[in-house]
């Protein structure tokens, strides 16, 4: 009979590192849902009834969920904020919750610059334009004078928020020539070196040709941007948000692109997803959307079960796995 952990996934996992996690535990897969429920309604009473690990990325791990793993000693949740656990619940029985940060910075920060060069150089209408077959020899040079957009070369990128996805972005950035400044107030001066300045927020608003956001979404930076700091941002700037759309006030914003008081907007996440089609920010030509994808890869997936394979195996080891949320159940 093995006597290895019993360890239930039922997120999606790369199968490289499921056989790495079957040299020390017995691994059940399950087929991951979408539904964001409760991990106790997936009929799976008989694995959790015995399973020790479990692995989730949308299945909410409750206090039903706990009640039904009476032999639960860890949980990862693939995610960077496990907002699918319980913390308090898992705290309270001594189980440590395992994180994957920076699962997808690397694919955000790539559709985020995406965003930002179909912004400023108007892909996604030139594109539009294009295919409705509006190109006609009458006027072949027309998409020179619809379409003319910015060279980033020379120009200033301003960053809001120095975590992994920003310092992504930065690295982007500089490849193109741009020079780059930081709101971040829990970075010291000298976090980028010669890369990038650290800036106060409305000197970062003000003296930035391109704008784009990477704070995470918290209780102080729900509204982060409103009409006081819209203004701030000159009328030729560009503002993109690939990270929450809460960060930004919703009328202020729609105000700002009506009265066009940007250059221009690229957004991949809305304050009611999905976005409704008669949302007002629809009908302007400043605006360039695309529907919340910016972790839309499998390189996620595989990325996340590289950091969840790390985690697990300190944690077997008597470990303190560095991912671990709450850390008070370790004891010193």
Not at 259 to 265: C, I, K, Q, Y
């Given at each position: 009979?093995?006597?290895?952990?019993?360890?239930?996934?039922?997120?999606a996992?790369?199968p490289?590192?499921?056989?790495?996690?079957?040299?020390?535990?017995?691994?059940?897969?399950?087929?991951?849902?979408?539904?964001g429920?409760?991990?106790?309604?997936?009929?799976?009473d008989?694995?959790?009834?015995t399973?020790?690990v479990?692995i989730?990325?949308l299945?909410e791990?409750d206090?039903?969920t706990l009640t039904?793993m009476?032999?639960?000693?860890?949980?990862?949740?693939?995610?960077?904020?496990?907002?699918?656990?319980?913390?308090?619940a898992c705290?309270?029985?001594?189980?440590p919750?395992?994180t994957t940060?920076?699962?997808?910075?690397?694919?955000t920060?790539?559709l985020?610059?995406?965003?930002l060069l179909?912004?400023?150089?108007h892909?996604?209408?030139?594109?539009?334009?294009?295919?409705?077959?509006?190109w006609?020899?009458?006027?072949?040079?027309?998409?020179y004078s619809?379409?003319?957009g910015?060279q980033?070369?020379?120009?200033?990128?301003g960053?809001?928020?120095g975590g992994?996805v920003?310092r992504g972005?930065l690295?982007r950035?500089?490849g193109f020539?741009?020079?780059?400044i930081?709101?971040?107030?829990?970075?010291?001066?000298?976090?980028?070196?010669?890369?990038a300045?650290?800036?106060p927020?409305?000197e970062?608003?003000s003296?930035?040709?391109?704008?784009s956001l990477?704070?995470p979404?918290?209780?102080d930076t729900v509204?982060?941007?409103g009409?006081?700091e819209?203004?701030?941002?000159?009328p030729?700037?560009?503002?993109?948000?690939?990270?929450?759309a809460?960060?930004i006030?919703?009328?202020?914003l729609?105000n700002?692109v009506d009265?066009?008081?940007?250059a221009?907007?690229?957004?991949?996440?809305?304050?009611q997803e999905p976005?409704?089609?008669?949302h007002?920010?629809?009908?302007?030509?400043?605006?360039?959307?695309t529907?919340?994808?910016?972790?839309?890869?499998?390189?996620?997936?595989?990325e996340?079960?590289r950091i969840?394979?790390?985690?697990l195996l300190?944690?077997l080891?008597?470990?303190?796995?560095t991912?671990v949320?709450?850390?008070?159940?370790?004891s010193d």
């Amino acid at each position: 009979m093995s006597m290895k952990p019993h360890l239930v996934i039922t997120a999606a996992f790369d199968p490289v590192r499921v056989d790495e996690l079957r040299k020390d535990f017995t691994v059940h897969e399950v087929e991951p849902s979408i539904a964001g429920e409760s991990l106790s309604t997936r009929g799976i009473d008989e694995l959790l009834s015995t399973a020790e690990v479990v692995i989730t990325e949308l299945d909410e791990v409750d206090e039903e969920t706990l009640t039904t793993m009476p032999a639960l000693r860890a949980v990862v949740s693939c995610r960077a904020n496990p907002v699918n656990v319980d913390i308090a619940a898992c705290t309270a029985r001594n189980i440590p919750v395992l994180t994957t940060p920076a699962r997808n910075a690397e694919v955000t920060a790539d559709l985020a610059f995406t965003l930002l060069l179909m912004t400023v150089r108007h892909t996604s209408q030139a594109e539009r334009w294009l295919r409705r077959g509006n190109w006609s020899s009458d006027d072949v040079f027309a998409p020179y004078s619809l379409f003319r957009g910015i060279q980033l070369a020379g120009r200033t990128l301003g960053i809001l928020g120095g975590g992994a996805v920003g310092r992504g972005v930065l690295r982007r950035a500089r490849g193109f020539g741009m020079d780059v400044i930081v709101y971040d107030p829990f970075l010291p001066d000298d976090a980028f070196g010669d890369e990038a300045r650290i800036a106060p927020l409305d000197e970062v608003l003000s003296s930035s040709d391109v704008i784009s956001l990477h704070v995470p979404l918290m209780k102080d930076t729900v509204g982060l941007l409103g009409v006081r700091e819209l203004s701030l941002i000159r009328p030729h700037a560009y503002l993109i948000n690939a990270a929450r759309a809460a960060l930004i006030d919703e009328g202020a914003l729609v105000n700002a692109v009506d009265n066009r008081e940007l250059a221009g907007v690229g957004l991949d996440v809305f304050w009611q997803e999905p976005v409704q089609s008669d949302h007002r920010l629809f009908e302007s030509d400043l605006v360039t959307m695309t529907p919340h994808i910016a972790g839309a890869s499998d390189d996620v997936i595989k990325e996340h079960s590289r950091i969840a394979t790390e985690g697990l195996l300190e944690w077997l080891k008597g470990l303190k796995p560095t991912t671990v949320k709450n850390p008070e159940v370790f004891s010193d």
